[in-house]
T-cell receptor, first 114, second 115 residues
Framework: ETGVTQTPRHLVMGMTNKKSLKCEQHLGHNAMYWYKQSAKKPLELMFVYNFKEQTENNSVPSRFSPECPNSSHLFLHLHTLQPEDSALYLC?????????????FGEGSRLTVL | AQKVTQAQTEISVVEKEDVTLDCVYETRDTTYYLFWYKQPPSGELVFLIRRNSFDEQNEISGRYSWNFQKSTSSFNFTITASQVVDSAVYFCALSEAGNTDKLIFGTGTRLQVFP
C-alpha cells in the first residue's frame, strides 16, 4: 500500500455540484497538506493541518472546504466551483516535529470543472 | 518575498547525455532550505534532496548531483548519464528554516529522455 492515497484519481463535475476529495496517509505522520497544481504555474499551497488543527489557509476561496477528522485523513469538500478550479489537487503528509520539510505526496486527484 | 525560478520549461536529451536543471531563488531569510522534487507521470512528487542554507557543499547521490551557490542564489541539479526513467517534471522549492510547512515551488522543468 502506498504511503499517501488519494481518491478519486479523476473527477469531472459541473459548477453546481458538490463533491469531495479524500486523502489518507499510512505513514504515521502528524501534518497533512493540500496543494493545487495548475498548468504552467507553481504548486500552490492551499491548506495545512497539524495534529488535526488547521494552521494555514493560503487565502483559498470558501468554495473549497477542508476537513481533517484525524491525523490520517484529509478531505477537500468542493462546491460551486469555477472552470478555473480545474487542476491536479495533491495531498501530502509530513512528520512535522522532524522539521525536515520533506513531504510525501499522493498521486493527486485531477479535477475538471465544466 | 520568496520566489523560485526555473527558467527551463522543457529539456529533451538522448539517453546517456548529462543534463543540468537550473534553479534560482530569492529570499530575504538568512536561514532557509532548498529542495528538489521529482514528479513522474504517475503524479506524486518524490523528495530528492534538502539543502540547508548554511551548507554550500555540493552533494552527489549516484547519478544525481547538486550545486548550491549562495553567491548566485542558485541550486542546480545535474543528472549524469541520463536514462529514460529520469523522464519527469522536476521542481525546485524553498522554505524558511523555521517554517517548513510553506514550501515555495518553482514552475518545474519537464525533462524528456529519449532512448
Amino acid at each position: 500500500e502506498t504511503g499517501v492515497t488519494q481518491t478519486p484519481r479523476h473527477l469531472v463535475m459541473g459548477m453546481t455540484n458538490k463533491k469531495s476529495l479524500k486523502c489518507e496517509q499510512h505513514l504515521g505522520h502528524n501534518a497533512m497538506y493540500w496543494y493545487k497544481q495548475s498548468a504552467k504555474k507553481p504548486l500552490e499551497l492551499m491548506f495545512v493541518y497539524n495534529f488535526k488543527e488547521q494552521t494555514e489557509n493560503n487565502s483559498v476561496p470558501s468554495r473549497f472546504s477542508p476537513e481533517c477528522p484525524n491525523s490520517s485523513h484529509l478531505f477537500l469538500h468542493l462546491h460551486t466551483l469555477q472552470p478555473e478550479d480545474s487542476a491536479l489537487y495533491l495531498c501530502a503528509s509530513s512528520q512535522r516535529d522532524r522539521n525536515t520539510g520533506e513531504l510525501f505526496f499522493g498521486e493527486g486527484s485531477r479535477l475538471t470543472v465544466l | 518575498a520568496q520566489k523560485v525560478t526555473q527558467a527551463q520549461t522543457e529539456i529533451s536529451v538522448v539517453e546517456k547525455e548529462d543534463v543540468t536543471l537550473d534553479c534560482v531563488y530569492e529570499t530575504r531569510d538568512t536561514t532557509y532550505y532548498l529542495f528538489w522534487y521529482k514528479q513522474p507521470p504517475s503524479g506524486e512528487l518524490v523528495f530528492l534532496i534538502r539543502r540547508n542554507s548554511f551548507d554550500e557543499q555540493n552533494e552527489i547521490s549516484g547519478r544525481y548531483s547538486w550545486n548550491f551557490q549562495k553567491s548566485t542564489s542558485s541550486f542546480n541539479f545535474t543528472i549524469t548519464a541520463s536514462q529514460v526513467v529520469d523522464s519527469a517534471v522536476y521542481f525546485c522549492a524553498l522554505s524558511e528554516a523555521g517554517n517548513t510547512d510553506k514550501l515555495i515551488f518553482g514552475t518545474g522543468t519537464r525533462l524528456q529522455v529519449f532512448p
